[in-house]
């Protein structure tokens, strides 16, 4: 059965279908269109795989026809770990086609992260690479199998398969499948998140699809485009903005991209000749540091986006005269919103906002805590709603309460002010949740974590800044007895099974923690406590 998630109101479907918003399109029905459109055309580069559009349609009908076999079926959801390959896309389309729901997970996701998107999202089915990066994923799903045997009745491998079912072997002869509704939910994708374990942010083809259409429209796509997926393809950013499914809603060609390092991104670029890519601002500026100091011919690409952080004025100036490109900020979210520096802006308003919503039917609202408009120029926290921004995560009626104001609007937790011209620059966060070069960390999550071992009486985990990533992590701790290093906490989080880029960067040992008026931990004060004691020094010290 379809999961049953918050829907948009009447009134407002209504609106988006009426203004043309919502087409009534499919993922796999878009597909098939651009196959028929662009055939013979290269859709897919990812190393020595080469596949057209055609040949695309073709392995997702008969990649479709094997898992259906299986007994995947329509609202079935598939925990779906795969690093940047053509396996990726080709499983992506056959699960739309059936109508069963990925779950994005991220490649350096491990079993506590895992276990509980399988759970939680009561997964049938986990599709994960046999290596990656010299770790062994069938190890991992043996954790999470032997976690819920009962539920996931499927673990299937791209590459040696073990004990388990080869993603090679379900290629099969394409069968009849009826074609899920538009309206229904395409796919899960997972919240930053403040609290805990991320949560699932249901998006549906309507919803979605627009979202690639809007973003096609303004990055100026079209099927002479090559984008390069840098970034882990399961993140929204690669994925949509435009990304991956933008290209291909375009007709242009995506070239996957096994590491994001110079090393492998810059022949890349020069052998396909890649018109657009996306990073986060750290490693932007590997490559204008990289791009300075060796030969090689970048002339192809003339638009390289950065999101998922803030990216500061300085390296923002460099990328033109560096890179020989155009520089686009993106500033948005899974949930939804997302805003985009416009080609054709003013160098001013490229290097110094993170642009203004994509589309016209966008809503947003800056407020302060007790959720009044700031007033214009101020500083507040940002609300939206729209087409393409959900009104409410999976099975989470208490959070969305929360999350949501009566009316509909999202609260993003995302610190703004809005300029005079209508550009949008992020001033921090209001949640409590630090922002690692574009990977969120939920402190709540790690400090449930750090409770658990036994030297630890109390912890508290806050955002420290830093030069290169924005903000690392700073896990303050009360001890119990003889302190913990910060060496055995981060084996015993390794141990837990918690991802690499969620353990601590530094640790802190003290005797009590700073308290807010009404007595709970003041944060706040944490945070200036290690600004004031970083500012002396050159870096981080752990």
Known sequence: ??????????????????????????????????????????????????????????????????????????????????????????????????????????????????????????????????????????????????????????????????????????????????????????????????????????????????????????????????????LPAAHNFPLSSPGILGTLYAGGKIVLASSPSPDVAFPLIAREGVTMTALVPPLALIWLEAAAGRRCDLSSLRVLQVGGAKFSPEAARRVRSVLGCTLQQVYGMAEGLVNYTRLDDPEDVIVHTQGRPMSPYDEIRIVDEEDREVEAGGTGQLLTRGPYTIRGYYNAAEHNAKAFTSDGFYRTGDLVRLTPEGNLVVEGRAKDQINRGGEKVAAEEVENHLLAHPAVHDAAVVAMPDDFLGERTCAFIIPRGAAPSAGELRAFLRERGLAGYKLPDRVEITDAFPQTPVGKVSKKALRETITAKLRPLSGIEA
């Open 1 to 230: 059965m379809m999961p049953t998630c918050p829907a948009w109101p009447k009134a407002f479907a209504d609106l988006y279908r009426e203004t043309g918003c919502w087409r009534g399109e499919t993922f796999g029905a878009m597909l098939r269109e651009r196959a028929s459109a662009h055939g013979d055309r290269p859709a897919v580069v990812a190393g020595d795989i080469r596949l057209t559009y055609a040949e695309l349609d073709v392995r997702a009908d008969r990649l479709a026809a094997g898992l259906h076999a299986l007994g995947i079926r329509t609202g079935d959801r598939v925990v779906l770990q795969l690093p940047n390959s053509a396996a990726f896309v080709e499983v992506c389309f056959a699960l739309f086609r059936l109508g069963a729901l990925p779950v994005f997970a991220l490649p350096t996701h491990r079993s506590s992260e895992i276990g509980y998107f399988c759970e939680f999202a009561e997964a049938v089915a986990y599709i994960v690479p046999d290596v990656h990066d010299g770790f062994d994923y069938r190890s991992l799903a043996r954790q999470v199998r032997d976690r819920n045997p009962a539920a996931l009745r499927h673990i299937i491998v791209a590459g040696d398969p073990g004990e388990f079912t080869a993603l090679a072997g379900l290629y099969a002869d394409p069968v009849d499948l009826p074609e899920p509704g538009s309206a229904d939910v395409a796919f899960m994708q997972l919240s930053g998140g403040s609290t805990g374990l991320p949560k699932l942010i249901p998006r549906t083809h309507d919803d979605y699809i627009y979202s690639l259409r809007a973003s096609a429209d303004v990055c100026r796509l079209d099927d002479s485009t090559v984008y390069m997926a840098a």
